[in-house]
């Protein structure tokens, strides 16, 4: 009984964690295009190359998992990764801002 109880526990945590990190990552990538414009310069977008590739180490973010770009912003935004460029973009984004922009990258494949 104890471990019945304890086996639908962990289900309902899983498929609530789940739920919680989809939900994070949903995001209009036609609105992401828009908000987006300032991070192209240096991340690059549809196959072009990033920008200072010899100078700064900068992530190509075409085809990122939406999430991972949601939790960096939100890193960013709270001081938890550092970078003060970043620090600056992130910190005018809006949950809705990083999960468009997310879902803007998320989608670009090339």
Same mark, same amino acid.
């Given at each position: ?17 789940? *739920?919680?990190?989809? &939900?994070?990552?949903? !995001? ?6 828009? +908000? =987006?414009? $300032? ?31 949601? *939790?960096?912003?939100? &890193?960013?935004?709270? !001081? ?6 970043? +620090? =600056?973009? $992130? ?20």
């Amino acid at each position: 009984m104890t471990s019945s109880i304890f086996a639908r526990g962990l289900v309902l945590l899983t498929l609530g964690v789940a *739920a919680s990190a989809s &939900a994070q990552a949903i !995001g209009d990538p036609v609105a992401g295009k828009s +908000k =987006a414009f $300032a991070c192209t310069g240096c991340h690059g977008l549809g196959g072009t190359k990033v920008a200072y590739p010899d100078v700064y180490k900068v992530p190509k973010l075409g085809g990122q998992h939406a999430a991972y770009i949601v *939790a960096a912003l939100k &890193a960013y935004k709270s !001081g938890e990764r550092f970078n003060e460029t970043m +620090k =600056a973009q $992130a910190s005018a984004l809006s949950e809705k801002d990083m999960a468009d922009i997310a879902a803007y990258y998320a989608a670009d494949k090339k």
